[in-house]
């Protein structure tokens, strides 16, 4: 494809010093957001300030309102209007759009801040959520930069959603008689519904004097004007108004004068508070505000701001130090030690619930995705990965079956989704090996876990796992491999559904299942490369009996893949449910998929037949293109009845044929299993952002610092075009695949095992890796070799074999491949 110069624009870049991506044009091909909250309290927020917050979950606790997928564009969000003589303007730019005489926008961890400068006068703001705080600090720093006195006015600007966010979206007839509000001193308090079963409310404070507010969006905004052009900052005069019913919103007007070079910071606080029962009135109808009171006197000052954003920063100082690379490639080491752990920092904590592609409202916690998630963050808080294993086994069902999703809020299992997604039970010993082996820490196994959140029918974390596993085995259709259920990790393979009613959802319909043959080899594959890792940990913790039977599955399995899975020249995909083959040479269309490939080889199924080469060449040869490799090839050109949503898509989008970068680490591991490095690194390197960033800003669209799950296939209109950034399990598998199998430093039970895989043309690099209570410092000597360590020097010691074996303290360690 060529390359106009239209597609060659830059709208950024990357600061790794500053570990911030600079926006230096608001006017981004796509919003490119940020997320800001570490772990209560969460705000979405755009490089022009657009966006919204909420506590815990994105559906039944949403604080502020944000309009999707409208025109314009990204519309909602925390804004502040400078109105100087006649001119309106907004330091991020967006509503009003008045061109700027200056733009930036720097996106850093858990923090953005947005710089705007018009005729001499400078509005930063910074925003961030401060450790362990419910709320958004946005501080704002005036500063007049002309020769003259500055007379400006100020308001804030942020609108009430009434919690429910779905809710928020369609039930006019209450919503617009439900709203309430009270204002003190300088503080609006949305106490929406608190009269009634909600012991919550938020407030909206400035650490100023106001000279007026509005709290009534049709008085503020006036009923005809849009953001860009509301009537109060217009007319430069807020009304006072109260809320009373309809639209609550809060809006500060401050006059700010400033003489010639002066500078003054005004700092904002979103705030959100519980109450008990009893406690949560002052008075008739006058809410108990002493939590909001003591939350804002804990940031009314610069000073206060200042300390709690350096705390964040060392908060992810410490974050940050616990891989790091050096390689000399600032491409790689910027992804490997800033954003690849940033993103997977966010797909840990929001799941696939809330994005520019999520509205927050759909889909809580996957049973899936959070296991997959929580692989690229247990190195960073192990505690809270811990508890995150403990809550989604509790989801679990006696028979080792789940439902795949949970709300974050409740932790209960989502009754609308139900289970039945076969490869869902695999999924928690990924994530549970995953943490005993960075943490040492076996006692999670003796944990009591309920099934189904039902008191009483705890049995220990263990026994979870092992049912996960019987579930696959008992399970099986006619060729002894896996039964798919409703759909595999593909949510969209879904070969019992039979659904010609456009109203029946695809996942959650089956119309079919009695006697049902559809298998699917990308649980077979799962299954296996989680069945050894069960088999290691049985034996580690001298389960022997249960490792053997478990090691006869395993053996079993890869010998019903190499029977009745393989295709000549790759894995076949699945048996659809009268016993048909899925991704085969005899089929017309979908002849090879992506799933089945990565899980085979990586369970490395039919290595020593050749099979594992054989499938890794043919996924480059059909399914590679210059943007990565798509899922299946050739695309479905029309609807298969038979084989549910998959070919609903388009050819070369989602899960028809897109490049769903999901799974391009499967292979990549693959590759680095078999020893391919510089197979392995083009894989990587053509889905690993900064490179993207490099040549494809405008055509790939959405945000360069982090992975997207899709971008479009071969077959799409635009190549290239990325979709649905940031809650992918993407981030977690990069991750995954760079440090422990490309960088090659793999936690396991006795200490980190060093196996890099490499391109042929890779430079000594080192990594500095904090395990348990030790610090490693790592040096690799790739000498050319894409695999294969010859020798490994432990503290001037050469040892045996591949695992530096794990003592606390400070170590060296000097590898020679
Ligand atoms: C989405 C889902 C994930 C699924 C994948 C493929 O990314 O979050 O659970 O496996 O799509 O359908
Ligand atoms: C759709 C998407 C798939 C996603 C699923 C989640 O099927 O195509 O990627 O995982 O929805 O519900």
């Not at 220990?460 to 409703?486: A, C, Y």
Request: hydrophobic fraction near 35%; include cysteine.
């Amino acid at each position: 494809m060529t390359i106009n110069m239209e597609q060659q624009k830059r709208y950024g870049h990357f600061d790794d010093q500053h570990r911030e991506y600079v926006i230096t044009d608001p006017q981004t091909p796509w919003p490119w957001i940020n997320y800001l909250g570490n772990e209560d309290f969460f705000s979405l927020i755009s490089n022009t300030a657009g966006g919204y917050s909420f506590y815990k979950d994105a559906k039944f606790r949403r604080i502020t309102r944000y309009r999707y997928n409208n025109v314009p564009m990204d519309n909602g969000g925390r804004y502040f209007y400078l109105k100087d003589g006649d001119t309106v303007w907004n330091p991020g730019w967006k509503p009003c759009k008045t061109p700027l005489d200056f733009y930036e926008c720097r996106h850093g961890m858990g923090y953005t801040r947005i710089t705007g400068r018009k005729n001499q006068v400078e509005a930063s703001v910074l925003f961030f959520v401060p450790l362990k705080k419910w709320g958004e600090v946005q501080k704002v720093t005036l500063k007049n930069l002309s020769q003259e006195p500055k007379q400006l006015k100020l308001f804030s600007f942020e609108e009430w959603c009434l919690w429910n966010a779905a809710t928020d979206m369609e039930n006019f007839q209450r919503n617009f008689s439900t709203g309430e509000v009270e204002i003190e001193g300088s503080t609006i308090y949305h106490k929406t519904e608190y009269r009634e079963r909600r012991n919550h409310y938020a407030f909206y404070h400035v650490n100023t004097e106001i000279q007026g507010y509005d709290t009534d969006r049709e008085t503020f905004v006036g009923l005809y004007n849009e953001f860009a052009d509301p009537q109060a900052v217009i007319e430069g005069r807020p009304r006072n108004s109260h809320a009373h019913g309809w639209s609550p919103v809060a809006s500060h007007y401050i006059e700010v004068t400033l003489q010639p070079g002066e500078q003054k910071d005004f700092v904002f606080l979103l705030g959100y508070i519980e109450n008990a029962q009893d406690e949560k009135f002052e008075a008739p109808q006058v809410i108990n505000k002493k939590k909001a009171h003591a939350l804002i006197a804990s940031l009314d000052t610069t000073e206060k701001v200042d300390q709690a954003f350096a705390e964040l920063s060392a908060y992810w100082d410490d974050l940050l130090s616990i891989y790091k690379v050096k390689t000399g490639n600032d491409k790689l080491d910027r992804m490997v030690n800033i954003w690849n752990q940033y993103q997977c920092m966010v797909t840990f904590n929001f799941s696939r619930s809330a994005s520019f592609f999520e509205s927050g409202v759909g889909r809580g916690m996957g049973f899936r995705d959070s296991n997959q998630d929580l692989v690229g963050f247990v190195h960073q808080i192990p505690p809270r990965a811990r508890q995150r294993i403990i809550d989604i086994a509790s989801t679990q069902f006696p028979d080792g079956g789940c439902y795949h999703q949970y709300q974050p809020l409740t932790k209960r299992g989502n009754n609308d989704i139900g289970g039945g997604f076969n490869d869902d039970p695999c999924w928690l010993i990924f994530g549970t090996v995953a943490y005993i082996k960075e943490t040492g820490d076996f006692s999670i196994l003796d944990e009591m876990v309920p099934f189904d959140n039902q008191p009483g029918t705890e049995v220990t974390l263990f026994e979870h796992l092992k049912v996960s596993m019987d579930h696959v085995l008992n399970n099986l259709g006619p060729h002894k491999l896996p039964l798919i259920g409703r759909a595999d990790w593909n949510d969209c393979l879904n070969l019992n559904c039979f659904s010609m009613d456009p109203n029946e959802s695809f996942q959650t319909t089956e119309n079919k299942s009695e006697g049902s043959k559809a298998e699917s080899l990308m649980i077979a594959g799962l299954f296996v490369v989680t069945g050894k890792d069960y088999v290691a940990l049985c034996k580690q913790i001298g389960k022997d009996d249960e490792a053997r039977r478990m090691q006869q599955a395993v053996d079993a399995m890869t010998e019903a893949v190499k029977k009745d899975g393989w295709d000549g020249e790759w894995y076949l995909r699945a048996y659809d449910f009268f016993g048909g083959k899925i991704g085969s040479k005899e089929c017309d269309e979908a002849k090879i998929f992506i799933e089945s490939q990565g899980w085979c080889t990586m369970a490395e199924i039919g290595a020593e037949e050749g099979m594992v080469a054989k499938s890794l060449d043919a996924t480059k040869k059909y399914l590679e293109c210059e943007h990565g490799i798509v899922l299946n090839n050739p695309a479905f050109s029309k609807f298969v009845y038979e084989y549910g949503e998959i070919s609903s898509y388009p050819e070369g989008y989602k899960e028809n044929a897109g490049i769903f970068c999901h799974n391009n680490p499967w292979v990549i591991i693959g590759e680095c299993l078999a020893g391919r490095g510089n197979d392995a690194w083009s894989h990587y390197a053509k889905i690993l952002p900064s490179y993207v960033e490099e040549k494809y800003q405008t055509l790939h669209k959405v945000e360069p610092y982090v992975n997207c799950q899709m971008v479009a296939g071969k077959d799409a209109a635009r190549p290239g075009e990325g979709k649905n950034s940031w809650l992918t399990g993407t981030a977690a598998w990069m991750w995954y695949t760079v440090s422990e199998f490309i960088l090659g430093i793999k936690p396991d039970y006795e200490g980190l095992r060093i196996d890099p895989c490499l391109p042929e043309t890779a430079k000594d690099y080192t990594v500095s890796r904090k395990f348990r209570e030790a610090d490693y410092e790592i040096t690799v000597h790739p000498n050319g070799h894409q695999k294969g360590v010859r020798q490994i020097v432990l503290d001037g010691q050469p040892i045996e074999g591949s695992v530096v074996p794990y003592a606390p303290g400070k170590h060296t360690v000097d590898v020679t491949m």
